[in-house]
């Protein structure tokens, strides 16, 4: 019986890059994870947001910009298309009133995914979207290591009242134990506060917290080898916020801060998780009104390429 090759993005030499339907990488939209070993997913909620809105255009225009980019990573050899059966899901169908129905929602569009053995790679949408994931996630496989990149630490209590925005979804999964929160890493932290400790709660529960300007001009590689060396064989999610990465480089994000990762640096977290046992990613608050140049959303649609080019059994060439 004769095994049918794997799905690849189609050619630049066969349809141009600016032709044919949006999807991750002009790969084949399917309507069910079976038989897939990885599969992109947009989440176009921003409901969550607590600045500027447009996240929920993120992954439309991530799929856009993602027309750019061939099938082989010519830096680290990775060919995850010679290794995985990859695909594009759509969009899950959030409900744009509501956040506390776009929750139940969101986890069970990503349980049926991973009960199929399909490992999620998140196109956001805003950072609340992180909370039901990691619900399906950590159903799944228990709690989760993270490795969270962001200028914030997103563990607030509660925002204007409200327990679940973009700013809290990190408190909740510790509340709801879908962390290891010894092996929890937040990288890119920054910006001012609303208190002289707003860092310090999330030590507090055994986070390693990475504040940006003690990374300044530095190379991230060892960094995660310390990750890779405390994570172990542990479940891992990776939580990328674009707005880890300096507005120079990212400005189309709904919370800019100043002072942030470059992107070397992101590269550098993102091919330093090879070899962790990643379950799932995501990259959050691309924000395509304020960046008309469509260069964040490149960005974004870059680092989700390479957290596909790191997932276990993606061979090198």
């Known amino acids: 019986m004769n095994t049918p090759p794997n799905n690849q993005p189609l050619s630049g030499n066969a349809m141009p890059r600016f032709g044919g339907i949006a999807t991750m990488m002009r790969l ?43 099938p082989y990573n010519m830096a680290t050899g990775a060919a995850p298309f010679d290794s995985l059966q990859v695909a594009d899901l759509g969009d899950v169908p959030i409900n744009t009133y509501s956040i506390e129905k776009s929750m139940p929602i969101i986890t069970g569009f990503y349980a049926r995914v991973l009960a199929a053995g399909c490992r999620p790679l998140t196109l956001g949408g805003d950072h609340t979207i992180a909370l039901p994931i990691l619900r399906a996630i950590a159903a799944r496989h228990g709690p989760v290591a993270l490795v969270h990149v ?43 506060g609303y208190a002289a400790d707003d860092f310090d ?58 002072g942030g990762l470059t992107v070397p640096q992101a590269l550098e977290i993102v091919r330093g998780c090879r070899g962790v046992n990643l379950v799932g990613a995501d990259l959050v608050e691309v924000a395509p009104p304020y960046d008309p140049s469509g260069n964040t959303a490149l960005l974004g649609a870059n680092l989700l390429y390479e957290m596909l080019c790191v997932l276990p059994g993606v061979a090198l060439r």
């Open 28 to 70: 084949p939209l399917a309507d069910s994870p079976a038989g897939l070993d990885a599969a992109f997913i947009g989440v176009p909620l921003d409901t969550g947001t607590s600045n500027r809105a447009g996240a929920r255009f993120g992954p439309r225009q991530i799929r856009a910009e993602s027309a750019l980019i061939r």
């Open 150 to 192: 962001d200028a914030h630490a997103d563990v607030n209590d509660e925002m204007f009242g409200e327990r679940i925005a973009n700013g809290t979804p990190f408190r909740r999964a510790v509340e709801e134990k879908l962390l290891q929160c010894d092996k929890v890493w937040q990288i890119g932290l920054r910006g001012t």
């Open 201 to 258: 709660w999330p030590r507090r529960q055994g986070f390693t917290v990475v504040q940006a300007h003690e990374v300044w001009y530095r190379s991230l590689a060892p960094l995660m080898d310390e990750v890779r060396e405390r994570v172990g064989s542990a479940p891992c999610y990776l939580s990328f916020d674009i707005d880890g990465i300096d507005p120079a480089f990212a400005g189309g994000t709904g919370t800019p801060e100043v």
